[in-house]
């Protein structure tokens, strides 16, 4: 009769410990993150007390995995504790405060924008309409009498810019100084573009 009871009364404590820390459903599930368009180093998601740091990708989109499993039933709460450098990544709205299971787990999205800055510079000596700058696929035409000069499309940082003379301008040739690098951490003015009559 003891050991019965001191069966029954153990099988409650356990129950009340399972209770305490979330029941049987308690670790059964993966979070799963879609992580899109980052092509920056250094983003770190967070979910409750546990961490995950996410690189740069080729791809449109990457999936991350948090190391612990999470219960049925609670509330999934990604969150961004450390931006990427010269980028900046949201949670999808629309994906926060989900309850969780075994869809709602993997459903979570995270999107992601790297800073581009303005690409320009002077330009001397232009008197004639027709000239066509080019940057990679972005185009820009510059009108006569023009000084200066900044591409619609601006450029994201870290990526590569040359630019090159398209067309010429009638009756003149123009060069362009200054005219390659690397996208640095703001905008980009010091391209030189000099027109002389042909």
Known sequence: MKSMYVRASAGALCAALLAGCGGSDNG????QVTVHTLTK???VL???SQTVSVGPSAAVSQYVTFPNLIEEDSTIDVQIQTQPTAAKCDVVAKTIGLKANYY???QVEVTCKTFSYKL???????TADGLILNNGA???AVPAGSTSFT???EVDDGANYGITVLQNPTGQVCSVANNAGTMPS???NNIVVTCTKA
């Open 28 to 31: 059964s599930l993966v979070l």
């Open 41 to 43: 180093p250094g983003l």
């Open 46 to 48: 967070k979910s409750g």
């Open 104 to 106: 709602t787990a993997r």
């Open 120 to 126: 320009g510079g002077t330009v001397s000596g232009l």
């Open 138 to 140: 972005v185009q820009k």
């Open 151 to 153: 591409f619609d499309t």
């Open 186 to 188: 703001g905008p980009v």
